[in-house]
């Protein structure tokens, strides 16, 4: 009797262990208790069209020579103007350029609102070419290369987009000495905002 006591009690805890090493799954490769897939919370995002109108000046180090030698020069442009849906901003572009070609970019652009907020922009690479339009008495150069939102802080988190840069450069008269260089961009494209940054 005592034999077969510890013969079930035996097998009684082999099958304990059988039963503890299956798996917990009760229908495919969901978990018991979990047969519900949770949803993935994705962000709820608005996309408007912009325009850009801006006016950037030379703020230029000519003696870094990150670009390398002449005709290539790190160029440094600061400026100010509006974006529509976003208001007053602030700008900084950073460049290398080939003066004599007018190849230029990557171009890294932060453009800053009244509050502090930082949209980031990219041009991998543009081309200044001369103007023969129908403004060419004032502005003898122009460029229009795609740009790329790339992201940015506070309600411009997350923000993507892209437009075309639409820019035209102004070289100084000679005879006036108020007259200086400076390049105005009249961009447009669309930019897409995380809602609740907004």
Known sequence: MKTLKRVLFFIAGIGLLMACSKSDNFWGDEPLGNTIKEKQIQPVTVTVPFKCNLTVWDHSDYTDMSCGEYPNFLLTMKGEGTISHLGSMT???????????GVYGPTNVTFVA?????????????????????????????FNDPIYIIGGTGRFEGASGEGMTNAFVHDPDPENTDDVWHTDFFSTGTLTLVKGNL
């Open 114 to 142: 009244a509050n502090g907020d930082e949209l980031y922009a990219d041009i991998p690479v543009g081309y200044i070419l001369p103007n023969d339009g129908y403004n060419s008495d004032f502005y003898q150069s122009y």
């Open 91 to 101: 700008t900084v572009m950073t460049f290398c350029c080939n003066v004599e070609t």
